[in-house]
């Protein structure tokens, strides 16, 4: 699948994150946010401005890991977490309109190809969008997300999110594909199916864990097919919303598939 680009993400970053606001700014700050069961719209307030606040840090310092990264204190009152993020939202964009996107900066990804600024534009797009999502939930108000934004975010949900292999981990691939179709947009986001294996740096063991990894489209048919339109199948992959989206194959697979995708990501 192709990116959408650095200016499209740097967009998204803002229009989103302002949705966020909007809807924040409007929502009592004790109500909880369902797809977070553990938070409130205060604490989801916070995550994302600490988060913008963290990538701020990272670019800022680029190429040298966060390690002097200081935590930001938590402000007492609502009005102080609205406007801690306007402030660092706001500084965090000014900084990625200066930086190069193809300049080294670190990323905890494993992939060095992920290793760069281009990676935190992407990621914080649709960090931004999967939160402001949240922040719908919580008061109740739900929009559709972009189309092309979240078609993107099938992709960096399987192939970054899901997808990371350790430099310690192996992936034995098996001969079982699974075709994630986006309906609304004609495009597909193919996974191999495999286990994963390795010695964790704590000495955990993993032995033939279920696991899958994004692949180019295989020439053949799927083994199971998950379809929907880009907003289902976002919603769905962050484990936000099922509706509209439909799994048709061998049940076999569809349960790999769902541990794997059963695994929490936030």
Known sequence: MTLLGTDAYLDHIRTESARFVEVLTSCPPNARVPSCPDWDASDLLWHLGEVQHWWHHVITTRPAA???????????????????????HEKFVDELVAADPADAAWSWSARPDHHDVAFTFRRQAHEA?????????????????????????????????????????QFDALDTYVEYRITDTGESVWAQLGLFSGTAPDGEEHSGEQDQHVVADPGRAADLVISGTADALDSWLWHRNSDGVQIEGDPTVRDHVATVLGNPIN
Do not use: K
């Open 129 to 169: 969008l999967i939160h402001r999502l949240d922040a719908e939930l919580a008061a109740g108000s739900i929009t559709p997300l972009p189309t092309a934004l979240a078609a993107d975010g099938v992709d960096e949900a399987l192939d970054v999110m899901y997808g990371g292999l350790p430099s310690w981990g």
């Open 66 to 88: 966060p390690d002097a990264y200081v935590d930001p204190v938590r402000p007492a009152t609502y009005e102080g977490l609205l406007a801690f993020f306007a402030e660092w």
